[in-house]
């Protein structure tokens, strides 16, 4: 069935980057849009970075835009988050989204945590 599996979240420095990988499967994963969530410790899961079926168009948090960049692989089912100039308000578990027959389908989740 559907399955979203993130990567590639780690432990990085103020300033550092890292770049989050979604593998999906179980759907077809070229008509979908694709999104980005996080849920940091305390706070609800917010939208950071979504992008359509074709990645002809894409939108971002405020709070990253400038900074992260979504794109998409549709070839290989794979959607990324390249994620620049890292704060340790991105400190979060950041999550891949898509909607699947009227609700929306989750990965696991993969931790970035920003600190010095």
């Known amino acids: 069935q559907v399955q979203l599996v993130e990567s590639g979240g780690g432990l990085v420095q103020p300033g550092g980057s890292l770049r989050l990988s979604c593998a999906a499967s179980?759907?077809?994963?070229?008509?979908?849009?694709m999104s980005w969530y996080r849920q940091a410790p305390g706070k609800e899961r917010e939208l950071v970075a979504r992008?359509?079926?074709?990645?002809?168009?894409?939108m971002y948090a405020d709070s990253v835009k400038g900074r992260f960049t979504i794109s998409r692989d549709n070839s290989k089912n794979t959607v990324y988050l390249q994620m620049n100039s890292l704060k340790p308000e991105d400190t979060a578990v950041y999550y891949c989204?898509?909607?699947?027959?009227?609700?929306?389908?989750w990965g696991q989740g993969t931790q970035v945590t920003v600190s010095s």
């Open positions: 989204n898509t909607p699947i027959n009227g609700r929306f389908a």
């Open positions: 179980g759907f077809p994963f070229s008509t979908h849009t």
């Open positions: 992008v359509t079926s074709t990645g002809g168009s894409t």
